[in-house]
């Protein structure tokens, strides 16, 4: 982790944490290479309740179903979702084969990772090789445990937030 520069991207539910990591992106010159997942929320008819995520990858711009409200076949339960274990292995992928690349993004780093689902492989391969800059995206509920739980030196950490706004949207 020597050469790696964290810059952890922290807020509340909803508070525009993915829109923040979107607009650091959206702001970088055209040249720089950048790979990583992005984390969506879909929201029911009504806009109001979350009912599942997609995932986008950063730098072949496809997008993935990862969780659903509904169960499909084969995918596992996640809290009040079901999630597509092929969607988090091609997520996976999709970060370790940034490891070259000037900025690498994780979006989002939580639950999953802390009992050493999810992300949690990757992202300890990410810390052992990478030497970009990396992005992740936590909710500050989880930012110190994050931290401990991957070893992140908290003190060289870069913590970000979102300017506090009103989103409209229910949070869960």
């Excluded at 984390?39 to 309740?49: E, H, K, N, W």
């Excluded at 292995?89 to 490891?99: F, P």
């Excluded at 999953?112 to 995206?137: F, P, S």
């Amino acid at each position: 982790m020597d050469n790696l520069s964290i810059r952890i991207i922290t807020g509340e539910i909803n508070c525009g944490k993915t829109t923040m990591l979107r607009q650091m992106l959206a702001d970088l010159p055209e040249s720089t290479s950048v790979s990583g997942i992005i984390a969506d929320g879909i929201y029911d008819g009504t806009g109001s309740r979350k009912s599942g995520f997609s995932l986008t990858s950063i730098k072949r711009g496809e997008h993935r179903l990862l969780m659903d409200s509904a169960g499909h076949a084969g995918w596992q339960p996640v809290g009040r979702f079901w999630m597509d274990p092929a969607v988090m292995g091609w997520a996976a992928g999709e970060i370790e084969s940034g490891l070259s690349d000037e900025i690498l993004a994780i979006d989002e780093i939580g639950h999953l990772e802390l009992e050493r689902k999810g992300y949690y492989d990757v992202l300890n391969l990410v810390l052992r090789q990478y030497t970009g800059q990396l992005l992740l995206v936590v909710r500050n509920e989880l930012l110190v445990r994050v931290c401990r739980t991957f070893g992140l030196p908290f003190e060289s950490v870069e913590i970000v937030e979102p300017e506090r706004r009103n989103s409209g949207v229910q949070q869960q």
